[in-house]
């Protein structure tokens, strides 16, 4: 089974300032976090200049959340058909809103395996979003983001994307990637490639093959992958073997021939002496030798 594609989140500003400290750390669940450039310096800016009180604590809060947060800070973005200012009656936050979506869309397209998900409150763009036809690229609501970091349960928008994800992941294997199918190789690329290896069951049915054939049909040579014969070494070790322990038996043969003749020459050295002892030993008298 194909592993889930890594997520990573872009917040927008709505779902900063509409959550707290708290459920900043619950959104880092979810996947790696980025915020926007643009996002981060409105941040900074309601902390030095804003008029409310709750959201320059905010924004205080949020100012020492960051530093230890392990989120990244981003100034990537992509221009979209969809993702363009319409009129001139535009709010600054709509702008930084825009920026957000943007800076979402130019890390679906840098990251095809990703799964990008844009966390924000302003629905406008979630229907921007949701025009856009690529398969690594959603929008969620900022309450269903917490809701999915805490129960594990993933919006519906989030999970259409994943199926779509891995049916394009699928269709387009990416080496390396767990599931992917191993293009195939042609019989040729196979025979010019020099690290191709013959499989252990083959290499055991060929050598038993061998073994069971009569020794009057042996196989001396076999061809390789450049088309040349060559001798195989197990063939020229038996053969070398073959002829060494030829020439050791027939050395021990003309031994054992060596010491039968020298053993046979001194059996016959010594009769002959032996008879002619005796006929030393006899008398030279005729006449003496028939009367005895």
Known sequence: MALLPPVSLVLDITALVGGSQREWREFSRVGRTHIPQAVYEEMRLLFDRSPDPDLEALCKAFNHFYPTSGWQITDIHAHHPTLTATGHGLTHRTRIALAAARCAYALALNSPTHLIVLGTRNQ??????????????????????????????????????????????????????????????????????????????????????ATRSAPAQPTPTRSTADGSGQTEPRFQSRTARGIS?????????????GCLAIAGWLLWGIGHQIGWLDLLRQPLDPVQQKSK
């Open 245 to 257: 322990n030829w020439a050791s038996q027939l050395v021990s043969l003309s031994l054992v021939l």
């Open 124 to 209: 406008p763009m979630l229907q921007r979003i949701a025009e856009i036809s690529l398969a690594n690229l959603c929008a969620v609501d900022a309450g269903d983001l917490l809701q999915w970091s805490r129960t594990g349960q993933r919006p519906i928008a989030v999970s259409q994307k994943l199926h779509q994800l891995r049916a394009t992941t699928a269709a387009v294997p990416t080496p390396g990637m767990v599931g992917s199918a191993e293009p195939r190789t042609s019989p040729s690329r196979l025979a010019s490639s020099p690290s191709t290896r013959s499989s252990p069951t083959r290499t055991a049915s060929t050598h038993a093959a």
